[in-house]
Structure formats: C-alpha cells, structure tokens
C-alpha cells in the first residue's frame, strides 16, 4: 500500500521535526509568493499519539535548564512561564502543539516506521504501519525516547523488587514509602533524585563517579554556546575551549540545588550485584530496596534504518564533515535532533534551530541537483 510519495520525508514529530517543518514550511509560503524556487512538497510522521514528542512522557516536576525566552523553536517564541523556577514539560507540551498548529504542519500521526530502504530508482522507500512512502529526501528526527539504556548487572534477574527506567518515572507519588535506589550521575538522576526525597522512606542515589555541578549561574543558553564552540572547533582543528563535559554532568535546577544544600544529596559510588532483596557492594555492604529507578539515558533510535547499510563510526552513522547532520556518502539522508554526534546542542529546543536551518537548506540543493521535485501532498488525514 503507497501511502504518499513527497520531496522530504521527516521521521519524528518532536522538536527537531517541528523545526525542520518551519523552515520547509517557509520555502513552500516563499515560493507560493512568487520568491525563490519550486516549494518542496513534504510530510513528517510522528510515531506518539498526540503533539508533544517525548515531552509529553516526562515526570510532573520536570522543569528546563533555561527560561522560557531562552527555550524556543525558530519562529515562534515559547509564551512566558509564569510558575516557579523554569518552565515544565507540560508547558513545552503546550508549546510544541500550538507551534504545530500556527504553522499547519503536515504532522501524521501515530505512524509507526518499520524500516527505511533505497528506493530502485533514486531516494527512499519509508515503510509504515500505514502503507510505504516514496521521497527525495529523508530527515531522520527519532531522537532517543524510544531506546532506553538499562546496563546489565550481575543478579538483576533475581531481584524481587521493582526495576523501571527513566522513561516509566511520572513522579512521586506512587512511590510513597518505598525504599528505592536511583541509579545515574546526571541530570535525570539528579532531579529524580531530589523529586523523590520527599516521598521516599529511603533513598539511596549511586553513580558511577562523583556527581560533578556545573556552576549554579550556569544554564542551558550557557551550554548551547558551549557545545558549539566545542564542536566547531574539533571540527576546524582548532584549540577548543572544552565541551559541556568540561564544566560538570549536573546543571543545578531549584530543587537539585535545595535538596545538594540541605545535604539530602550524597551519591554512594556504583553498587556491583543485585541481591534477591537489594542490592551489595564489593566491599560487602548491602542495602535492602524495593524500587531501582535506571537513570542511565538512551542510544539513538535508528533500528528502522539498518536496510541502508549506513556507514558507521563507532555506535553511530558517520556524517559529512562539512555537514554534520548529513550522512556520509548519502546526499539525500539527515539526522536532526541527535545531539553532537550529528550536530551541537540539536537534541535542545534552544539548539536544534539552526542545524534545522542548514539541514533544510542541504535538503532543498540535494533536490535541484536531482531535478526531483514532487507535487505537494495532501494534509494528513
């Protein structure tokens, strides 16, 4: 079953998929306009049931690095926040809808990609839960909600307890009066950590290495311009002024910074072996637990693209050094959205602007070289 055939194809209908939908959008109003080329005709499929990406999924407590002024996508400024501390995910949410919705985006969803494969003659063939797609281009925009990480330990099958990752953690209150063990050194660990205290008849936070702060005046504008100047850099062969990494794991949001304050926060080094009841130490010190909370983050979700053959660096794609979004050897294929191994910062709201912006515009030339400019789609339905 075809389910349409467009220029560009995006994959994920999160915030970096919304933000590639900007900047087509805008070409497509432009040319409508009688300024610059044809409009590329394009759709963006979204795997969740509603607006909101992987947003939509996070605990009730969870707030940005950065105010509201300072999170936006291109275009369209997130509305203030008027609570305490920086905005919630559930105002992103609000945002990432209407940001949607004010642009008309051609967003279908829920679609479900199977696998992505060269189509015989030029492009893509994207193969769906609702039939195949044919396109010029591919933007891969998945992200990594979808694949979370959870290390293998010794006796985790014999633990009697309860085990769940970040991505099944909507708050506290379910886990009133339970003895739990956060497990993580970042800033999911941190603020699941402090969310906790309150609740929890025993907390006990593990990482594998100290938990290093960033200075407390230190947020995520902060931390984009830091990533790209160190990124930037590695890539000219130039001196770098030192990534993220450089400054901490930690960014010190009120709550993490109250419960660090109070002393509440004291992180035990990385337990070795799970009990049948808790977890043991090498130095043979056991603690009785009832929940372990795996804050251990996420791989890209790229399964769907392994029909392709993709060369690889590492644990992910290679990527064209000029353009780092763009695959190696692979005019028409883009990740967007996957943090610095395919651009600085991309995985942020207040980041994935502009390599949207080149992204989009890569995208546009791959088209007139090939001269393969579809009629537009329809709206999805």
Known sequence: MTAGAVDVLVIGGGQAGLAAGFYLHRIARDAARGRGGPAPSYAILDAHESPGGAWQYYWDTLELFSPAAYSSLPGYQMPPWTGAGNPSAAHVVAYLRTYEQRYGLPVHRPVTVHAVQDHPD?????????????????????????????PRMTGAQEFTGSQLHTTGYRGRAAFTGQRIVVVGGGNS?????????????????????????????????????LATSHVRAVRRGEPS?????????????????????????????????????????????????????????????????????????????ATDRELPTRARGRGGLFFLGHGD?????????????????????????????????????????
């Open 189 to 225: 660990g941190a603020q699941v950590a402090a969310d906790l205290l309150p609740a929890a008849a025993q907390l006990t936070w593990v990482t594998r290495r100290p938990p290093r702060y960033l200075p407390d005046d230190v947020d995520g504008r902060a931390l984009f311009a």
């Open 341 to 381: 191994w395919a651009s600085p910062a991309s995985a942020t709201l207040v980041g994935v602007g502009a390599p949207a912006r080149t992204t989009v515009a890569a995208a546009i030339e791959h088209l007139t070289r090939t001269s393969q400019v579809r009629a537009p789609s329809g709206r999805p339905g």
């Open 122 to 150: 030029g492009g893509y063939l994207t193969h769906t839960d609702r039939g195949t797609w044919e396109s010029t281009v591919v933007i891969n925009a998945t992200g990594s909600w979808r694949r979370p990480f959870v």
């Open 241 to 317: 002024p030192g990534g993220v990494g450089s400054l901490g794991d930690i960014v010190a949001v009120p709550p993490v910074r109250e419960a660090r304050d109070a002393g509440h926060l004291q992180a035990q080094p990385m337990f070795s072996t799970f009990t049948p009841t808790g977890i043991r130490w090498d130095d043979g010190r056991t603690v009785e637990v009832d929940v372990v909370l795996w804050c251990t983050g996420f791989r890209p979700a790229l399964g769907h693209l392994r029909p392709l053959g993709l060369a690889m660096d590492d644990t992910t794609p």
